[in-house]
Each structure stands twice: as C-alpha cells, then as structure tokens.
C-alpha cells in the first residue's frame, strides 16, 4: 500500500490557502405555510489576502439582499 506524499499534500493546502474555498448552503424546511426548521451554514477557507479582495463585494451583496427583503416585506397598516 503507498503512502501518500507530503509534499503533495503541502501543495494541495498552500493552494487552498492561496485560491480558497467557499461552501454556502441554506435549506428551509416548512409543512403548511409553517416554518419548521431553517439551517443556514457559511465556510470559508482562503488566505488573509483573498479575504481581503473580497470582502467589500461581499458585504454590498449582503446588503443589497436585506435591502430587497426590507422593501419586500409588508407594512403593518394601524
């Protein structure tokens, strides 16, 4: 049985840190217009420097998707 190499391994996780990775997934689950259960998970594996780069566009689309659900929901009328 080979082992693996080291050094391979090494390469894998400096391009890793180098390029990143990014996993979102969200799931809602709801039985008769009922909310149930919501799961929201975010992982994000980069460098200082990659996270930098995108950091300020994140943000803004972060932003911009509360502003939609803002203008989206209803108002109370009194």
Request: proline share 4%; no cysteine; aromatic share 4%.
């Amino acid at each position: 049985m080979a082992q693996p190499d080291s050094s391979s391994l090494a390469e894998v996780l400096d391009r890793v840190l180098d390029k990143g990775v990014v996993v979102d997934a969200y799931a809602r689950i709801s039985l008769v217009g009922i909310e149930i259960l919501t799961v929201e998970a975010r992982v994000v594996v980069a460098s200082v420097d990659t996270f930098l780069h995108y950091a300020e566009e994140i943000a803004k689309i972060e932003q911009a998707e509360l502003t939609a659900g803002a203008e989206a929901a209803p108002t109370p009328e009194a």
